[in-house]
């Protein structure tokens, strides 16, 4: 069964900083890994798709990578703004599945 | 470009009552679709998916059911209320399982 681990749960940093969000997942027999932003009460934002052919994906100040044979993707923020403020969700999904299997999230909270 | 629509935003419902939450999709045809729920400290759980009319399969065994009577329509329907089924439900929509899920802007169920 695939698990999903995102660390830290909570994160706080001042604006203009570098930051990684980092996750983790226990089968590496995945097909796509996908980022998320959910503001509060809100739906969630799609942010990057990384296939499992692929080692990372860019847009704009986000990087995501993809280790698929350590079970890991990390997400860059460059240049941190209060905007950036959310929780970060992580999903992947399972080769011949339809089903994405999500982290429970890191809260950033970029402060001015 | 593509829109996904969700009613009603909030509901608050008694113990016993029926539900009824309806998910269309604007600008593409034959989506996938995918109902999800949010509950309060438990990441996102995957309910029902449909890859085509009158095709729902469901992820997880509950007193919920699902229907796809429009190519672009998902419906998520419960004949009796649980105080258990209270929670932040997500529609969501993709091309195909190579694509990005897109996600609607949620209904924010209470169960009384």
């Known amino acids: 069964k695939q698990e999903v681990t995102q660390i830290p749960a909570a994160l706080s940093v001042p604006e203009g900083e570098n930051l990684v969000l980092n996750c983790s997942f226990t089968?590496?027999?995945?097909?796509?890994l996908q980022w998320f932003r959910q503001d509060p009460g809100k739906g969630l934002t799609s942010l990057l798709l990384?296939?499992?052919?692929?080692r990372e994906q860019t847009s704009g100040r986000l990087n995501a990578s993809l280790d698929k044979s350590s079970g890991r993707s990390t997400l860059y923020i460059a240049a941190s703004q209060p905007g950036d403020s959310a929780t970060y969700l992580c999903?992947?999904?399972?080769?011949?599945?339809?089903?994405?299997?999500f982290g429970k999230g890191t809260k950033l909270t970029v402060n001015p | 470009s593509q829109t996904i629509h969700q009613w009603p935003a909030t509901l608050v419902q008694p113990v016993g009552s029926p539900l009824s939450l309806e998910c269309t999709v604007e600008?593409?045809?034959?989506?996938?679709l995918y109902w999800y729920r949010q509950a309060a400290g438990r990441g996102l759980q995957l309910l029902f998916y449909?890859?085509?009319?009158?095709?729902i399969s469901s992820e997880v065994p509950q007193n919920l059911s699902a229907s796809r009577p429009q190519d672009r329509q998902f419906i998520l329907s419960s004949k009796k209320l649980l105080l258990s089924d209270s929670g932040f439900y997500l529609c969501?929509?993709?091309?195909?399982?190579?694509?990005?899920?897109?996600f609607g802007p949620g209904t924010r169920l209470t169960v009384t």
């Open positions: 969501a929509w993709s091309a195909d399982r190579d694509h990005e899920q897109y």
């Open positions: 089968d590496s027999a995945i097909y796509n």
């Open positions: 990384i296939q499992s052919s692929q």
């Open positions: 999903a992947v999904r399972g080769g011949g599945s339809e089903k994405l299997v």
């Open positions: 600008g593409t045809s034959n989506p996938n």
């Open positions: 449909s890859v085509g009319i009158g095709q």
